[in-house]
């Protein structure tokens, strides 16, 4: 059985990149990186952690500036 040497990875990554596109190509791997860990975590009879689905993040509320602060009692102010 031959050894696959850096030459034929690079070939192969070269080929993925074309057929694929750059903008692909990191979702495919992180896809099959998640998958390989899946089968290991099955063969290994690991349990494997639950998908934690990220909380909706809720937008900025916006507060209008009110009227100008009085004041306090007992500083001074400029005429």
């Not at 050894?3 to 979702?27: D, H, Q, S, W, Y």
């Not at 934690?52 to 507060?63: D, H």
Request: charged share 20%; hydrophobic share 40%.
């Amino acid at each position: 059985m031959p050894n696959i040497g850096p030459m034929e990875i690079a070939i192969v990554l070269i080929i993925a990149l074309i057929v694929f596109g750059p903008k692909r190509l990191p979702e495919l791997g992180k896809s099959l990186g998640k998958g390989i860990q899946e089968f290991k975590g099955t063969i290994g009879g690991e349990k494997a952690e639950p998908d934690v689905t990220p909380a909706v993040e809720q937008p900025p509320v916006v507060v209008a500036p009110g009227p100008a602060a009085e004041p306090k009692a007992g500083t001074k102010t400029q005429a």
